[in-house]
């Protein structure tokens, strides 16, 4: 990458080589979000097999309107 570059050796030399260290850094952070984002592959579950979540399932939040709110 920087081919005859005595500047960049010296960095590499003083500091270490932090562009491929973050290179290899970000690669296995890719690495384990590939992992943690599959879906979940358990015995009986099926790909396209998803449950659908029913209405009122889980948290939602309603907007109020602004002004008095009714008792």
Do not use: K
């Not at 690495?31 to 948290?59: K, N, Y």
Request: with cysteine.
């Amino acid at each position: 990458m920087f081919q005859d570059s005595p500047i960049y050796d010296r960095l590499v030399a003083e500091c270490g080589d932090v562009p491929t260290q973050v290179r290899r850094e970000a690669e296995r952070v890719n690495r384990e979000l590939e992992v943690v984002m599959r879906p979940l592959h358990a015995p009986g579950h099926l790909p396209g097999t998803e449950r659908t979540p029913s209405p009122g399932a889980g948290w939602q939040r309603t907007a109020l309107l602004p002004g008095p709110r009714p008792h």
